[in-house]
């Protein structure tokens, strides 16, 4: 059934309030998927507050020329869907929440994991456009959780080395 004018209006601002209040948005394009899989992917992505709606293409390039983007840079082809992190996802211990990269990440993983059925198009990064390429480098960011455990890593690294050091030369003088 067609969408009067009045909801097309209400799925655009729909759009730009994601696009606004998101750190981060990705456009994905699904072909093929299963309503199992289907629901799988909405169910991972939501268990880490990040939200998926699927969007007619026209909606989609209207909200972002209202925010003054240029389309054109990312093509947006087949269906596609918009997955994003919601500014009030919840806060928990090993979530996305704050995670900028979850969206993408998210994805990314579940395109592997049904191999060409879901890819990402591009999207939006920081209030920026940024096509497919720079897109799926982004995904390829590990969890900030991760990251800090790298971190953590490379710091205790140097004193470590300096521990192991100075044991051999103790027991060195014993």
């Known amino acids: 059934m067609a969408k009067t004018r009045e909801q097309k209006a209400e799925l655009v601002q729909k759009l730009e309030d994601a696009f606004k209040s998101a750190a981060s948005s990705v456009f994905v394009h699904f072909t093929g998927l299963s309503v199992s899989d289907e629901s799988e992917v909405r169910r991972g992505l939501r268990a880490e507050g990040v939200r998926y709606f699927v969007a007619k293409k026209t909606l989609i390039r209207r909200a972002l020329e209202k925010l003054g983007h240029k389309h054109e840079d990312v093509p947006l082809e ?3 869907a918009i997955a994003y992190l919601s500014a009030d996802a919840p806060a928990k211990a090993g979530g996305a ?6 969206p993408a990440r998210l994805v990314h993983e579940f395109g592997n994991k049904f191999s060409g059925k879901l890819n990402i198009l591009g999207g939006l990064f920081e209030s920026r456009l940024v096509g497919q390429s720079e897109m799926t480098e982004i995904a390829t960011i590990p969890p900030m959780q991760t990251l800090r455990g790298m971190f953590v890593n490379v710091i205790n690294s140097p004193i470590q080395g300096l ?10 003088e014993h």
Not at 97 to 102: E, K, M, W
Not at 163 to 172: D, G, Q, R, S, T
């Open 78 to 80: 087949g269906e596609v």
């Open 97 to 102: 929440a704050g995670d900028v990269t979850a």
């Open 163 to 172: 521990a192991v050091a100075l044991n051999a030369i103790a027991e060195k």
